[in-house]
Nanobody, 123 residues
Framework: QVQLVESGGGLVQPGGSLRLSCEAS????????IAWFRQAPGKEHEQIAC?????????IYAASVKGRFTISRDDTENTVFLEMNNLKPDDTAVYYC???????????????WGQGTQVTVSS
């Protein structure tokens, strides 16, 4: 069974940084697109970053995080990271990683999701 486990969330002040991790198991995450989503209270899920499978290297970002967030992958650790810099109160949300076992990122429903990790940006 495909499993995704997020970690690294927490409370951070505006302007601060956090690195989220998404550890994958029971499938080779390096071969598939892995996306990060977030959901703030009362809002829809928002896809904020995605990394293609390694055969077609490419990362995509939502306009709301471009230039501040970086998605990357460590294939030796089966982990996808989301480095978040210059955090703002509007970044407060539960952050999820997800995959549909496709090579390319896109706007489709992902079948597999982690449990989420809370990020709170507040002074």
């Amino acid at each position: 069974q495909v499993q995704l486990v997020e970690s690294g969330g927490g409370l951070v002040q505006p302007g601060g940084s956090l690195r989220l991790s998404c550890e994958a198991s029971n499938f080779p995450p390096e071969d598939y697109a892995i996306a990060w989503f977030r959901q703030a209270p009362g809002k829809e899920h928002e896809q904020i970053a995605c990394i293609n499978g390694r055969s077609v290297p490419r990362q995509i970002y939502a306009a709301s995080v471009k230039g501040r967030f970086t998605i990357s992958r460590d294939d030796t650790e089966n982990t996808v990271f989301l480095e978040m810099n210059n955090l703002k109160p509007d970044d407060t949300a539960v952050y999820y990683c997800a995959t549909d076992l496709r090579i390319f990122c896109g706007t489709y429903d992902n079948k597999y999701w982690g449990q989420g990790t809370q990020v709170t940006v507040s002074s």
